[in-house]
């Protein structure tokens, strides 16, 4: 190869680079009120899950809304919808919100839970979750009352889109 097409390599490499850092850097300061919520009917069959803790977890019919995050730590989204959410479970004693981490390792979701905020109750993926609950992507909002997904959202969500959410359902 020539030494000019080094150069021209090399630029197009640093362009790349750009490019990429400037999208994910744009997300992150995105307006936080960026999902789209869905409507839905959806039932949720019985399933079994470890938590972060150790413990066993299972889903059942509950008469209380539970509210369930999808996260996981490599999702650069994840990082402006947890803490939302985290403040909305604060505000709102009445319901129980879950995280379920998805497609991730435990030191890791430990990691990104001390940094942006904390579950009562986590949840690890494990196939049977994302079959039960539809799950495709992170970060995803399902709002259960029941055994049944009235509400979900598809990416980052705001307390005040969440507190609109649970003003429909209540």
């Given at each position: 190869?020539?030494?000019k097409?080094?150069v021209?390599?090399a630029?197009v490499?640093?362009?790349?680079?750009?490019?990429?850092?400037?999208g994910?850097?744009s997300?992150?300061?995105?307006d936080s009120?960026?999902?789209?919520?869905?409507?839905?009917?959806?039932?949720?069959?019985?399933?079994?899950a470890?938590t972060?803790?150790?413990?066993?977890?299972?889903?059942?019919?509950?008469?209380n809304?539970r509210?369930?995050?999808?996260?996981?730590?490599?999702?650069?989204?994840?990082?402006?919808?947890?803490?939302?959410?985290?403040e909305f479970?604060?505000?709102?004693d009445?319901?129980?919100?879950?995280?379920?981490?998805?497609?991730?390792?435990?030191f890791?979701?430990?990691?990104?839970?001390?940094?942006?905020?904390?579950?009562?109750?986590t949840?690890?993926?494990?196939?049977?979750?994302?079959?039960?609950?539809g799950?495709?992507?992170a970060?995803?909002?399902?709002f259960?009352?029941?055994?049944?997904?009235?509400y979900r959202?598809?990416?980052v969500t705001?307390?005040?889109?969440?507190?609109?959410?649970?003003s429909l359902?209540?």
């Amino acid at each position: 190869m020539r030494p000019k097409y080094y150069v021209l390599l090399a630029v197009v490499i640093v362009m790349a680079l750009v490019i990429i850092f400037s999208g994910y850097t744009s997300v992150l300061n995105r307006d936080s009120s960026t999902s789209t919520i869905v409507k839905t009917n959806t039932r949720i069959p019985k399933f079994e899950a470890q938590t972060l803790d150790g413990d066993k977890f299972i889903f059942r019919n509950e008469s209380n809304i539970r509210v369930f995050e999808v996260f996981a730590e490599w999702c650069l989204p994840c990082r402006k919808s947890v803490p939302e959410v985290i403040e909305f479970a604060k505000r709102n004693d009445s319901i129980t919100v879950i995280g379920v981490a998805f497609r991730d390792v435990p030191f890791k979701i430990k990691e990104f839970e001390e940094k942006y905020g904390k579950f009562e109750t986590t949840l690890l993926s494990n196939g049977k979750i994302e079959k039960s609950l539809g799950i495709t992507n992170a970060p995803q909002t399902l709002f259960v009352k029941g055994d049944v997904i009235v509400y979900r959202t598809y990416g980052v969500t705001s307390v005040k889109e969440l507190e609109k959410i649970l003003s429909l359902i209540e």
